[in-house]
């Protein structure tokens, strides 16, 4: 049995051959999509601005350890490939980066590493 892990990964790519109906689609939609909407999820969550040139998505994915931050990285293209092609929204190569949360070190603001006062 291999140990399970959650990464955090973002897909990033670029708007490429949208159709004027695809791009008006987006631009209403725009308000949903900004600074406010970034967070990391199973499905997905899109962010994106006005200028409609590039996009981010942020993802949850849990897979195992052994497999490491690759796999998580190309199954979050793979959702995130997914997810375009359903919309009919056309882009260009996507780019990920992941983060394995579960071997991430924190380092909390203000805790004290000596005895000292």
Do not use: C, P
Not at 53 to 63: A, Q
Not at 64 to 81: K, L, N, P
């Amino acid at each position: 049995m291999s140990t399970q892990h959650t990464y955090r990964v973002i897909v990033r790519g670029t708007w490429d051959g949208l159709t004027d109906e695809a791009r008006a689609r987006l631009l209403s939609e725009v308000d949903l999509h900004g600074l406010s909407a970034m967070q990391f999820t199973e499905e997905g969550s899109l962010t994106y601005d006005r200028v409609l040139k590039h996009f981010s998505f942020r993802f949850v994915v849990v897979s195992d350890a052994g497999d490491g931050e690759e796999m998580a990285s190309a199954i979050a293209e793979d959702r995130a490939g997914t997810l375009l092609r359903e919309q009919g929204y056309g882009h260009g190569e996507l780019r990920s980066t992941a983060t394995d949360m579960d071997t991430m070190k924190i380092n909390y603001k203000g805790r004290r590493t000596s005895g000292a006062a």
